[in-house]
């Protein structure tokens, strides 16, 4: 079966850190561009950030610029979310995304068209309090 499964999210306080782990199987991600979209409570999904399947070209939206990093092991067929300085405006469900064509804008397209991407994570929680 072809999924991805994350791990790492939690409960923190404001300024703390916390790792996400996105681990892909029945697939391997060499080839995929990756990328991290979240849901807060009561908003739409957000496109937070993106990685090209070479790993030379980096996206982030401007929310997460200079705190969050991706990054990704192909040999261990696994995507990862730095984040950093968290602030409460972080809180939301965090799901990793992999598809052969993705790019930015279809990143930011499927926030609203779930089908556009071929694999999607079941999303893990991340709550930071103030």
């Known amino acids: 079966e072809v999924q991805l499964v994350e791990s790492g999210g939690g409960s923190v306080q404001n300024g703390g850190s916390l790792r996400l782990s996105c681990a892909a199987s029945?697939?391997?991600?060499?080839?995929?561009?990756i990328g991290w979209i979240r849901q807060a409570p009561g908003k739409e999904r957000e496109a937070v950030s993106y990685m090209s399947s070479t790993g030379d070209s980096i996206w982030r939206s401007r929310s997460v610029t200079g705190r969050f990093t991706i990054s990704r092991d192909n040999a261990k067929n696994t995507i990862y979310l730095q984040m950093n300085s968290l602030k409460p405006e972080d809180t939301a469900v965090y799901f990793c995304?992999?598809?052969?064509?993705?790019?930015?804008?279809?990143?930011?397209?499927?926030?609203?068209?779930?089908?556009?991407?071929?694999?999607w994570g079941q999303g893990t929680q991340v709550t930071v309090s103030s």
């Open positions: 029945g697939f391997t991600l060499d080839g995929y561009g």
């Open positions: 995304v992999a598809d052969r064509n993705l790019d930015p804008g279809i990143l930011m397209k499927a926030t609203i068209h779930h089908g556009l991407l071929e694999v």
